[in-house]
């Protein structure tokens, strides 16, 4: 026994002691590198969005390859979610809450990260792609003040729901489902299968399950997605929005 | 100690459990409402609102992220996120949600149908149902920033005995810097960084047959099947824990066994690039306690490439170092140890990976020599496609150079097929067939006896 635990307490001596050395050196760079988010996003972020920022990290396949969502490729710059409008991109404060929220069901929350290493990764995220510098993107105005929901207003939102053609992805009962045919028209950017969001799961709100959410996403759109915005449809009559808002949220009870 | 055979098996006889276990898979299966929504399964899944498939190429093996998240300590790649995900906040007071931190794991036989040699005394081809294979109850998270834990409670393979704790230790992550040192105490699975973890195998394990009376070395096992993989596998015959029981030559052990008590340290101090591992174990295959005074100790290194295009590498090699951890019949005591290979491909849709083991047995007494064959190796590779979101198609095979009493041992060939559809992906339905290679050399060994065997399974995770 003695020899091994000889051995074994050595290497783990050698191995402290060579952290530590390597700790001081790391700190440094750190402090020297002033947006650090290279390193950050290698280790946090590398594996599902690649070295590129593409999106095809080395765990990107197997939550993304026959259904959404998928890693962004950030080379585009045509972020989801977004409080900008349609083929904008996204804020400063858009991005650092996804990665400090994570998406349900596809990232989860980095907010374990400090909050100065998030704003370092969304300098580093910025950087991919060269429209996404030197802009300032404007969010979009909501309509105010928001229409609590009641039974009139569920039932004007479903007029909404009708008249926008949401059915045509969403069904008319909001599960989603749609024929073949038309499943195969809804692709995302990448030309990979993009299933409309079953309205009735309070887990499909990826950007939040709010009211307010979702109406930012109405005038948004999901870019990238054959989620379009409908700021020029509900041009003078904004305030559909919110009955549209309370509909959609009627159709999924945990909300 | 890993779960040797004699823990796993039993001799098979349909009782309440089975057949309740049966009844309840099926009625969950049957209603799909009555299935966890796809953000709510196992703890982490829960934890992290995410789908399985974030982490795991199909559950349960791991995809590149899902083994950092792994060697972090169960927090996220890069982060000590232990401090703040998974609380809850009373005033001052942090709590666990604790479904966040509570997971099982299910796993049902509903029909074995195993294809015996015609020519083989009192060997007849067998239909089974209603196996339960594994019953599973953990707990794991972390307890606060850098500091993890697991704890899981096993029934293994329709064994009649009571639950028993499986693995359970403390973890304490990033030592010295992110990435540096995870630190892990109590009972561990040694092989859980190497590239082929012995406890997360795509091809589900089935268990051996066991059979009656108990012979001089234990109980006779009537035929096998592959379990954890031959690489993993002990492969020896004729030797026997601290206790005398035997150490069944398929029973995973060393540096793969599933449960051993003792310290592991690793990280990734140069970059994600490389991975070192180092470890002492008890090795004396007990169940609990460490009677055993001198220790087992194993080093391991990993190189990985993982950085776009779907793609992912890796190499990794260890040397396992055995004292005094096992017995032979006069009740002497021996040495086991293990050196071995893995490597693992991801690409897209595949996952490529297998290993290569060299057991050697040292100190034998005296006059053993002539009788006893103190070297064995063994072989498993296996490949996975993910053929649609929801179909895992896959083959395997394994090959066992067995070593042991002469006039005991068998060397054992498999090849294996395997078909997993996932309802959800947390619930998955599989079928596996298991073609014995080498049946045509004869005899009435276990590892010649078996033709074929075509076992189906249902297990899920929630």
């Not at chain 2, 096992?221 to 026997?240: E, H, N, P, V």
């Not at chain 2, 014995?436 to 075509?454: F, I, K, M, Y």
Request: hydrophobic share 35%; glycine share 10%; charged share 20%.
């Amino acid at each position: 026994m003695k020899r091994p635990f000889r051995i074994l307490i050595t290497s783990l001596g050698f191995l402290w002691a060579l952290g530590s050395s390597l700790s001081v050196y790391a700190t440094t760079l750190s402090e020297i590198d002033v947006s650090g988010g290279a390193l950050i996003y290698e280790r946090s972020c590398l594996v599902c969005h690649g070295i590129d920022g593409h999106g095809d990290g080395p765990a990107a396949f197997y939550n993304s390859a026959y259904s959404a969502s998928r890693p962004r490729d950030f080379t585009v710059g045509n972020y989801k979610y977004r409080s900008t409008p349609s083929g904008e991109l996204p804020t400063d404060q858009d991005i650092f809450r996804v990665i400090t929220n994570g998406i349900p069901g596809a990232m989860p929350s980095f907010g374990g990260l400090p909050e100065s290493a998030r704003w370092k990764v969304v300098a580093y995220l910025k950087a991919f792609s060269q429209d996404a510098t030197g802009k300032k993107p404007e969010t979009v105005t909501l309509p105010e003040p928001a229409i609590p929901t009641s039974s009139a207003s569920v039932a004007q939102g479903r007029s909404v729901y009708l008249a926008l053609d949401c059915h045509s992805c969403h069904g008319v009962d909001g599960r989603g489902r749609v024929g073949l045919t038309r499943a195969k028209e809804l692709i995302d950017s990448r030309n990979l299968p993009m299933p409309p969001s079953d309205l009735t799961l309070a887990g499909s709100f990826k950007i939040g399950p709010s009211a307010r959410d979702i109406v930012r996403t109405l005038f948004t759109g999901l870019d990238g997605t054959p989620m379009p915005s409908y700021a020029n449809q509900l041009h003078g009559q904004e305030v559909d929005a919110w009955h549209l808002a309370n509909y959609i949220l009627s159709l999924s009870p945990s909300n | 100690m890993g779960l040797t055979l004699r823990d796993h098996v039993k001799r098979y006889q349909p009782g309440f459990r089975e057949i309740f276990g049966l009844g309840i898979v099926l009625l969950v299966t049957s209603f799909p409402g009555w299935t966890p929504d796809a953000e709510a399964i196992p703890p982490f899944a829960r934890k992290y609102k995410v789908n399985c498939n974030v982490c795991h190429v199909r559950w349960p093996r791991l995809n590149a992220f899902g083994e950092q998240f792994l060697e972090n300590g169960y927090q996220m790649p890069g982060t000590r996120d232990g401090g703040l995900v998974g609380k809850v906040r009373l005033g001052d007071v942090t709590l666990d949600d604790v479904s966040n931190y509570i997971g099982f794991l299910f796993d049902v036989e509903p029909l074995t149908h195993s294809t015996m040699r015609r020519d083989v005394p009192g060997a007849e081809d067998q239909t089974e149902l209603a196996n339960v294979n594994l019953l599973r109850m953990f707990t794991a998270g972390t307890l606060t920033e850098d500091v993890g834990f697991l704890m899981d409670i096993t029934s293994l393979f329709g064994q009649s005995s009571d639950f028993e704790l499986g693995r359970a230790f403390v973890s304490f992550n990033n030592l010295g810097g992110m990435n540096w040192g995870h630190l892990r105490v109590g009972r561990i699975d040694p092989s859980a960084y190497f590239s082929l973890a012995t406890d997360r195998p795509q091809f589900f394990p089935v268990g051996p047959k066991i059979g009656s009376p108990f012979g001089p070395f234990g109980p006779s096992i009537q035929r096998w099947s592959t379990l954890f993989g031959s690489a993993a596998a002990s492969k020896f015959y004729g030797i026997f824990d601290r206790n005398m029981a035997p150490i069944f030559p398929i029973s995973p052990t060393l540096y793969n066994s599933t449960v051993e008590a003792g310290i592991d340290l690793h990280g990734r101090p140069f970059g994600d690039w490389f991975l070192y591992q180092i470890g002492i174990l008890n090795g004396g295959e007990e169940r609990w306690g460490d009677t055993n005074n001198s220790k087992d100790w194993y080093v391991m290194t990993r190189f990985d490439y993982a950085q776009s295009d779907y793609f992912s590498a890796n190499l990794s090699g260890f040397a396992y170092f055995g004292n005094h951890n096992a017995k032979v019949l006069s009740g002497a005591d021996v040495s086991r140890s293990r050196y071995g290979v893995g490597a693992r491909i991801r690409y897209r849709w595949l996952d490529l990976y297998g290993s290569y083991t060299i057991d050697r047995i040292t100190d034998l007494p005296n006059g053993m020599a002539a009788t006893f064959d103190d070297t064995a190796t063994g072989v498993t590779i296996e490949a996975h496609a993910i053929v649609t979101d929801r179909l895992l198609l896959g083959t395997g095979f394994n090959h066992m150079d067995a070593g042991g009493e002469l006039s005991q041992r068998k060397s054992a060939t498999f090849l294996s097929f395997q078909a997993r559809y996932y309802l959800r992906s947390n619930i998955a339905l599989q079928i596996r067939n298991d073609v014995n290679l080498r049946d045509a050399e004869g005899g009435t060994s276990p590892a010649r006896n078996l033709r074929n065997q075509v076992v189906t399974n249902v297990a899920f995770a929630f």
